[in-house]
């Protein structure tokens, strides 16, 4: 009984460890994320900034703001 029930915790214990060794991200994947993430940035700030989008934006938000209550 003792044998049955040290191989079984044996195996949970060797079971979590396997699952530990691969989580969550390493730096040099932290750095590529972050580094896509401002790229992605970069790239919706000139979108919004362009004229024809700020032009759009700003005729939405002066109609919201004229609006009858």
């Known amino acids: 009984m003792y044998q049955v029930v ?8 060797c079971g979590m460890r396997a699952a ?3 989580t969550g991200m390493v730096t040099s994947e932290y750095a590529m994320g972050i580094v896509a993430a401002v790229a992605f940035a970069v790239v919706l ?4 900034t362009s004229g024809p989008v700020d032009a759009a934006l700003t005729r939405i938000v002066e ?7």
Do not use: N
């Open 63 to 69: 109609q919201a703001l004229d609006g009858r209550m």
């Open 6 to 13: 040290r191989a079984r915790l044996r195996a949970l214990v």
């Open 20 to 22: 530990r060794r691969d």
């Open 45 to 48: 700030y000139k979108v919004v």
